[in-house]
């Protein structure tokens, strides 16, 4: 089974566009492969486009992030980069 590690949680989720915001703790790029759990939540994706402040970014190390995900994710979701 692949490592996950910890690196952020969700803050926000904009269900209209399906993006969700992520309060980050640790690095994370476009390319990453990534595991949302919660209570509700179990969802496994590509991090194909990753933005701040509405601005294109490769690669984030702290501050929120918004991504576009595959589903509905609820605020306080942990985030793990799957290693």
Known sequence: MPEEKLIGR???FFNNISVGIIDLSDS???GDKIHIKGVSTDIEQMVDSMQ????????AFSGEVGIKV???VK???EVFKIV
């Not at 701040?52 to 690669?59: A, F, H, Y």
């Open 10 to 12: 969700i803050s926000h």
């Open 28 to 30: 994370l790029a476009v």
């Open 52 to 59: 701040i402040d509405r601005k294109d970014v490769p690669s």
């Open 70 to 72: 595959s589903g509905k």
């Open 75 to 77: 605020e306080g979701d």
